[in-house]
């Protein structure tokens, strides 16, 4: 994995296509992990292709934009902005399935898909943006080192992959 020459990139909802079946492994690999990202144990790459399908009408029609971390032969980490769709809300979009492949952490990768997709956001019109994740996770200490603000935990908000009720953290920033 040639992490040094690590780009950060929007794919569009063509590219994505193609490129399912890496969008899967990076899904897989992070439940099988033990991240809080939806899924449960024995997620399998057919259903996390299927959820990336699911993606594709979204990043087609604007409301939504897949960002990666390519290392030039293969994707190994995601990000995705959801822009909200409420009349009222047009200022506000959430982030989610921010994952980076297990065996290229710790080496800066997720800061610079959060940079990559808050900049995106700002240019997009959208300067508030809200998202969660498994309270104690690693998602949770590099939101609240990048300027996020936590404003509240729910208590078994969700399952771990494993099953067990877990508590889920709230954050917002302001750009
Ligand atoms: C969260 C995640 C995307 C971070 O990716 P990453 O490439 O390892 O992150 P970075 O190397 O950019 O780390 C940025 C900062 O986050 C914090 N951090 C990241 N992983 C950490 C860990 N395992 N333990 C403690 N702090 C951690 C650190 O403050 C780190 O800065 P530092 O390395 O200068 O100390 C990755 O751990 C992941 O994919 N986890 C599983 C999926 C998930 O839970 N996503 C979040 C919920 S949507």
Known sequence: MHTAVVTIRELDAAEAETRLGELAVILVDAVAHGASVNFLAGFTL???????????????????H??????????????????????????????????????????????RLLDAVEALAAAQGRNLLMLDTHTGSAGERLYSGSGWTAFGVVPGH????????????????QL
Do not use: C
């Open 66 to 111: 897949l960002l990666v971390a390519d290392d030039g032969e293969r994707l190994i980490g995601t990000v995705v902005l959801s822009k909200a769709p409420q009349p009222n809300q047009q200022h506000r979009a959430d982030v989610g399935k921010m994952l980076v492949l297990s065996g290229a952490r710790r080496r800066g990768l997720g800061r």
């Open 46 to 64: 057919a259903e996390a292709a299927a959820f990336w399908r699911g993606q594709l009408p979204g990043i087609a029609d604007g409301s939504r």
């Open 158 to 173: 969700a399952l771990t992959p494993d099953g067990r009720p877990a508590p889920t953290s709230f954050f917002y920033k």
